[in-house]
């Protein structure tokens, strides 16, 4: 029992970053908007939140840097994919590939450290919280859960529950969210009526850039103490995978990321472990069993995912 409200517990924490970027990926793509450049916006936020956060000490200004980041980052994507109707998966690219490179050579310029930035301690990153009465549940059957799953986790998890339900509500319970889905299937009858398409995509790449601003900052002040040359490690497509898995919707791409984060906290407890029959497996292997996971739910288990119609194509106004 102990073993399994640990794997849950690390679960959740590992699916925190995962369920941020696949949401900020779907009001990019509900909005007709190809998004793989959440890898790259994940990896230069993690930078920025780490680098200020080292900086100044203060974990909240990192990620006030991480949110401006994903920000920019999403409104260079803009400017190209939806100003000037350029390529969307050359533009996303782009981004993963600049960011690859500019934070590992900015980090070891700045803090020549190896690519990575100082260890952050103290207020330079969030820490677990206790929430009320949870020690009073330690050791108790069946209440030990509120103390070893739900408490313990540091803010950004929790503002990350928040999050959820509060996405859904704007997607399918505002017209905000009607516009954006309307916009994705048919921006030509969006138009029609009198709505900007490019404002109302801009919008959703706004909303893309805050979130994968705060999941960056989550890897590097959060889950880890620093910063590390290419961290993400494909969490960014991970996330995207999640949301194909998930039909473009919130909760089914949820439990998308909550199966991927299972296998991910299950894999760091099988490295070294000999199994009967078979013996020691090779950690490499181990390692790629997420990867392994996604690929064949994506080959055979999701069944058809319909994107939206106008995903990836360039709307240019009637005249």
């Known amino acids: 029992m102990d073993i399994l409200l640990s794997l849950l517990d690390s679960t959740i924490r590992v699916a925190t970053p995962l369920l941020l970027a696949a949401l900020a990926g779907m009001f990019s793509e509900r909005s007709g908007v190809i998004d793989i450049g959440l890898e790259g916006k994940m990896l230069a936020a993690a930078f920025a939140a780490a680098a200020v956060a080292a900086i100044t ?11 401006g980041v994903g920000f920019l980052l999403s409104m260079m994507h803009g400017v190209a994919s939806v100003t ?13 590939i600049a960011a690859s490179g500019l934070t590992a050579i900015l980090a070891n310029a700045w803090f020549q450290q190896g690519g990575r930035t100082p260890f952050l301690e103290g207020d330079a990153r969030f820490t677990p919280i206790t929430l009320p009465f949870a020690e009073a ?5 069946v209440l030990e859960i509120y103390y070893e799953i739900i408490s313990g986790h540091n803010i950004l998890v929790y503002v990350t529950a928040i999050l959820l339900p509060t996405i859904v509500w704007i997607v399918y319970r505002t017209r905000f969210g009607l516009r954006l889905r309307a916009v994705g299937e048919n921006p030509h009858a969006v138009d029609t009526a009198g709505i900007s398409v490019a404002k109302l995509r801009y919008q ?12 960056g900052s989550y890897l590097s002040t959060a889950q880890n103490n620093s910063f590390l040359q290419d961290m993400t490690a494909g969490k960014g497509f991970l996330a995207l995978a999640a949301l194909v898995f998930g039909k473009w919707r919130p909760y089914p791409t949820l439990i998308a990321c909550l199966l991927f984060a299972f296998t991910d906290a299950a894999q760091v407890r099988l490295q070294g472990v000999n199994i009967f029959g ?14 392994i996971l996604t690929v064949l739910l994506l080959a055979g288990f999701v069944g058809r995912a319909v994107a939206p119609k106008a995903i990836g194509i360039p709307y240019v106004k009637s005249r």
């Open 84 to 96: 000037y109707n350029g390529n969307q998966t050359v533009s996303g690219m782009a981004i993963n």
């Open 137 to 141: 549940t330690k050791g108790v059957p």
């Open 57 to 67: 000490g203060s974990a909240p200004l990192g990620l006030l840097a991480a949110l």
């Open 278 to 291: 078979i013996g020691q497996i090779p950690v490499q292997f181990i390692q790629a069993i997420p990867y």
């Open 204 to 215: 959703a790449l706004a909303i893309n850039g805050l979130l994968c601003g705060i999941a």
